[in-house]
């Protein structure tokens, strides 16, 4: 028998309770240590029923457990049993709470004691009230606390968005918050997108020192930052980007060489140079990761005074930047390379839209007349390295994306698709080319630095995915003589060949892939066919860009000198936690973008209730269908919300009739209507008006298993 059961036996004995001095005198007497009175008060066993006294909880009516409280109930949970309690406006969600069960049979009780309280973090909007300022909190949980505000706080704002921290040491229903984040103000357009970032975990505000440190930070480049670096300000280096951007990561020369070859130049910004590791600023972007692009909403990485100014390589003026220059030859080799840091001064600030006029349709708009020749040879480049590329196994997807037009109150007006142009091909080819580059040189020498990594499908997951779309009517073979990531570029092909029909088989095929993500261990990207990888070109908004460009200063740029194995060890550990995070942060972006737009795609159907529209079949399960419209915006069809009885055929991978032969398969062109739409639950309810276009694929390939219909099929089997 161990000491604390013994002790917690001794404690028993005093039926009524007794106080902490009789109980410290009972273990002295019995030489027991002292802590481990203490240990059985913080784990709840002994409880203080009154002032100075205290008794082993199985000798009183009362249970320690946990207060939860849902939309429309609240309970406290005991292990695996839960109470309802008669006073629960005492209470804040996930409080540990002492209660009276008054009844065992029917669970009820009430609460006697609150014991502990998490500090909480609570959304609101800041009010005054008899000239002082309050918190009105967004959450019903918390209203039925009063939280006051320092008058003194010159950021606070009748109409502001805030998040307030609240000391859960102190147990009450009146709180002093100390305001953590300043969200925006209520009348913001997109305070409802700031909002949901907010919570899951994605701030918008800069620390006080943080934006200490920009502040700080010059504005031009100075004499003494250029020293040791090399001067391109003279030549033809300029930026394609799009209408709207102000951020600029990365600008492009291109010269031909004697030799016949292509000199590519790609610069990209310096933000190492500004933003020191272990500061406030990079504390902050490791935090975030990312910039947030949400909507028509950034959130940046780092404050726009910086992003947008002297971190941004804007035109007409010199920037500082780490310079990736490659010869390449006709076939698309790198066949030599410089990295280095440079000053360069951007000539034009071009855009996507004007590039592509002139590469598409020789539009030539004023200002872009000396570029043009230098844009042909890019593009010609491009096409080149596209090739190599593929010719290497790289995986071509094709998916269009979604843009939310919003309107100036930041209601969605419509959902627009994106086509990537030649100009984005260009730029993209360009980006490649030099993150892999810059990961071969790093490589060369075992540097330690944060590769961009994507691991090869399972081998189950790649049969499983043929043999769907053989089931589904799209008859594929395995090609014995092809490797892996040949086969599955052409498998790729191959199912987009099926063209506007390919939507479902795409998000299948993209299923069968796992994951990129960042790590200090080396496996290639299956993906993109390369054996080495990083991330270098959009430091402003991508966190692992800034530790590439560490490490090419730390390591790259010094290679004549000796390194600490200790320090270059070190630097992997270091790098690798950095990595860890930069992935689970690049999750969080992506839930966070699904998600708002979610929210933005209800809105947008709550003013459509009734309407139809078009959408395609992207997959069908036991639960319904997974629908989409030709605007991108996914929805849910449940199986019970069908107009007749069906049910799902695991064989046929379809919804069938238990009425009729109707069938709902993969790839079925559907005319639906909006049933219900709600941006505060981010849902929209469809129906099924009528099947426009079915898909004859799959219904050939499941009935010429059977002589029977669909109906038939599936009767029998329900009549067993």
Same mark, same amino acid.
């Given at each position: 028998?161990?000491?604390?059961?013994?002790?917690?036996?001794l404690?028993?004995?005093?039926?009524?309770?007794?106080?902490?001095?009789?109980?410290?005198?009972e273990?002295?007497?019995?030489n027991?240590?002292?802590?481990l009175l203490?240990?059985?008060?913080?784990s709840?066993?002994?409880?203080?029923?009154?002032?100075?006294?205290?008794?082993?909880?199985?000798?009183?009516?009362?249970?320690?457990?946990?207060?939860?409280?849902?939309?429309y109930?609240?309970?406290?949970?005991?292990?695996?049993?839960?109470?309802n309690?008669?006073?629960?406006d005492?209470?804040?969600?996930?409080?540990?709470?002492?209660?009276n069960?008054?009844?065992?049979?029917?669970?009820?009780?009430?609460?006697?004691?609150?014991?502990?309280?998490?500090?909480?973090? @609570?959304?609101?909007?800041?009010?005054? &009230? #008899?000239?002082?300022?309050? *918190? =009105?909190?967004e959450?019903? !949980?918390?209203?039925?606390?009063?939280?006051?505000?320092?008058?003194?706080?010159?950021?606070l704002?009748?109409?502001?968005?805030?998040?307030?921290?609240?000391?859960?040491?102190?147990?009450s229903?009146?709180y002093?918050?100390?305001?953590?984040?300043?969200i925006?103000?209520?009348?913001?357009?997109?305070?409802?997108?700031?909002?949901?970032?907010?919570?899951?975990?994605?701030?918008?505000?800069?620390?006080?020192?943080?934006?200490?440190?920009?502040n700080?930070?010059?504005?031009?480049?100075?004499?003494?930052?250029?020293i040791?670096?090399?001067?391109l300000?003279?030549?033809?280096?300029?930026?394609?980007?799009?209408?709207?951007?102000?951020?600029?990561?990365d600008?492009?020369?291109?010269?031909?060489?004697?030799?016949?070859?292509?000199q590519?130049?790609?610069? @990209?910004?310096?933000?190492?140079?500004? &933003? #020191?590791?272990g500061?406030e *600023? =990079?504390?902050l972007?490791? !935090?975030?990761?990312?910039?947030?692009?949400?909507?028509?909403?950034?959130?940046p990485?780092?404050?726009?005074?910086?992003?947008?100014?002297?971190?941004?390589?804007?035109?007409?003026?010199?920037?500082?930047?780490?310079?990736?220059?490659?010869?390449?030859?006709?076939?698309?080799?790198?066949?030599?390379?410089?990295?280095?840091?440079?000053?360069?001064?951007?000539?034009?600030?071009?855009?996507?839209?004007k590039?592509?006029?002139?590469?598409?349709?020789?539009?030539?708009?004023?200002?872009?007349?000396?570029?043009v020749?230098?844009?042909?040879?890019?593009?010609?480049?491009s096409?080149?390295?596209?090739?190599?590329?593929i010719l290497?196994?790289?995986?071509?997807?094709?998916?269009?994306?979604q843009?939310?037009?919003?309107?100036?109150?930041?209601?969605?007006?419509?959902?627009?698709?994106?086509?990537?142009?030649?100009?984005e091909?260009?730029?993209?080819?360009?980006m490649?080319?030099?993150?892999q580059?810059?990961?071969?040189?790093?490589g060369?020498?075992?540097?330690?630095?944060?590769?961009?990594?994507?691991?090869?499908?399972?081998?189950?997951v790649?049969?499983?995915?043929?043999?769907?779309?053989?089931?589904?009517?799209?008859?594929?073979?395995?090609?014995?003589?092809?490797?892996?990531?040949?086969?599955?570029?052409?498998?790729?092909?191959?199912?987009?060949?099926?063209?506007?029909?390919?939507?479902?088989?795409?998000y299948?095929?993209?299923?069968?892939?796992?994951?990129?993500?960042?790590?200090?261990?080396?496996?290639?990207?299956?993906?993109?066919?390369?054996?080495?990888?990083?991330?270098?070109?959009?430091?402003?908004?991508?966190?692992?860009d800034?530790?590439?460009?560490?490490?090419?200063?730390?390591?790259l740029?010094?290679k004549?000198?000796?390194?600490?194995?200790?320090e270059?060890?070190?630097d992997?550990?270091?790098l690798?936690?950095?990595?860890?995070l930069?992935?689970?942060?690049?999750?969080?972006?992506d839930?966070?973008?699904?998600?708002?737009n979610?929210?933005?795609?209800?809105?947008y159907?709550?003013?459509?209730?009734?309407?139809?529209?078009?959408?395609?079949?992207?997959?069908?399960?036991?639960?319904?269908?997974?629908?989409?419209?030709?605007?991108?915006i996914?929805?849910?069809?449940?199986?019970?919300?069908?107009?007749?009885?069906?049910?799902?055929?695991?064989?046929?991978?379809?919804?069938?009739?238990?009425a009729?032969?109707?069938?709902?398969?993969?790839?079925?062109?559907?005319?639906v209507?909006?049933?219900?739409?709600?941006?505060k639950?981010?849902?929209?309810?469809?129906?099924?008006?009528?099947i426009?276009?079915?898909?004859?694929?799959?219904?050939?390939?499941?009935?010429?298993?059977?002589?029977?219909?669909c109906?038939?099929k599936?009767?029998?089997?329900?009549?067993?």
């Amino acid at each position: 028998m161990d000491n604390l059961f013994k002790v917690e036996k001794l404690i028993k004995k005093y039926n009524e309770g007794t106080s902490i001095v009789d109980l410290q005198q009972e273990l002295l007497d019995n030489n027991y240590d002292m802590t481990l009175l203490n240990e059985l008060i913080d784990s709840y066993k002994v409880i203080e029923i009154a002032d100075d006294k205290y008794i082993h909880i199985e000798n009183t009516p009362y249970v320690v457990g946990k207060y939860v409280e849902k939309k429309y109930s609240s309970f406290v949970l005991v292990n695996n049993d839960s109470y309802n309690i008669s006073n629960s406006d005492v209470c804040i969600d996930n409080d540990l709470v002492l209660i009276n069960v008054t009844n065992k049979k029917s669970k009820t009780g009430e609460v006697i004691k609150i014991l502990k309280r998490e500090d909480l973090y @609570i959304y609101g909007e800041v009010v005054m &009230i #008899k000239n002082n300022y309050f *918190l =009105d909190p967004e959450s019903s !949980k918390y209203k039925k606390l009063t939280i006051s505000l320092d008058n003194n706080d010159n950021n606070l704002v009748v109409g502001s968005m805030v998040v307030v921290k609240i000391d859960g040491d102190v147990i009450s229903d009146s709180y002093v918050g100390d305001v953590v984040s300043y969200i925006g103000l209520s009348s913001d357009p997109n305070i409802d997108i700031l909002t949901e970032a907010w919570k899951l975990g994605v701030d918008n505000s800069f620390t006080d020192k943080a934006m200490e440190e920009v502040n700080n930070l010059p504005v031009m480049v100075r004499d003494i930052d250029k020293i040791g670096r090399c001067d391109l300000t003279d030549k033809q280096i300029f930026t394609i980007d799009g209408d709207d951007t102000k951020d600029i990561d990365d600008a492009i020369s291109l010269e031909i060489l004697p030799n016949g070859n292509y000199q590519l130049g790609v610069h @990209i910004t310096d933000v190492t140079y500004y &933003i #020191k590791e272990g500061s406030e *600023l =990079d504390r902050l972007a490791l !935090k975030k990761g990312t910039s947030y692009y949400l909507a028509d909403t950034v959130i940046p990485m780092y404050p726009k005074l910086f992003s947008n100014g002297i971190g941004s390589l804007n035109p007409n003026v010199e920037r500082l930047a780490l310079s990736c220059v490659m010869e390449i030859n006709r076939q698309g080799t790198v066949v030599n390379y410089n990295i280095f840091e440079s000053v360069i001064k951007s000539k034009i600030q071009m855009t996507y839209k004007k590039v592509n006029d002139i590469l598409d349709n020789n539009i030539v708009a004023a200002g872009y007349e000396n570029f043009v020749s230098t844009l042909k040879d890019m593009y010609k480049l491009s096409l080149i390295l596209n090739k190599k590329r593929i010719l290497h196994g790289a995986l071509e997807f094709g998916m269009p994306q979604q843009k939310i037009k919003l309107d100036e109150k930041g209601f969605p007006l419509d959902f627009e698709i994106l086509s990537q142009g030649t100009g984005e091909n260009l730029i993209e080819e360009f980006m490649l080319v030099a993150n892999q580059t810059v990961a071969q040189a790093l490589g060369e020498y075992d540097y330690p630095t944060m590769y961009r990594v994507h691991d090869v499908p399972a081998p189950e997951v790649v049969n499983y995915f043929i043999e769907l779309i053989n089931k589904l009517g799209i008859k594929y073979q395995r090609r014995e003589q092809l490797d892996l990531q040949h086969e599955m570029q052409y498998l790729s092909s191959f199912v987009n060949s099926y063209g506007s029909k390919s939507g479902p088989f795409q998000y299948a095929f993209l299923r069968v892939l796992r994951k990129a993500y960042y790590s200090t261990d080396n496996i290639g990207h299956f993906g993109l066919a390369y054996k080495d990888y990083v991330h270098f070109t959009s430091p402003i908004r991508r966190y692992p860009d800034d530790t590439v460009h560490r490490s090419i200063r730390k390591y790259l740029l010094n290679k004549d000198k000796n390194f600490d194995l200790e320090e270059v060890a070190k630097d992997y550990e270091i790098l690798e936690e950095k990595a860890h995070l930069c992935s689970i942060n690049e999750k969080k972006s992506d839930k966070c973008e699904l998600i708002i737009n979610a929210m933005k795609a209800a809105e947008y159907m709550e003013r459509h209730i009734g309407e139809h529209f078009i959408a395609r079949v992207l997959s069908v399960d036991n639960k319904g269908l997974s629908i989409q419209l030709q605007n991108l915006i996914d929805g849910r069809i449940k199986i019970n919300d069908l107009d007749v009885p069906y049910r799902f055929d695991q064989d046929s991978m379809s919804l069938q009739s238990l009425a009729s032969d109707e069938c709902f398969c993969y790839g079925d062109l559907i005319d639906v209507y909006v049933v219900d739409a709600s941006k505060k639950d981010k849902t929209i309810s469809f129906k099924v008006s009528s099947i426009i276009e079915k898909n004859t694929l799959a219904r050939k390939s499941f009935k010429s298993k059977s002589d029977k219909s669909c109906y038939n099929k599936v009767y029998r089997k329900e009549k067993k």
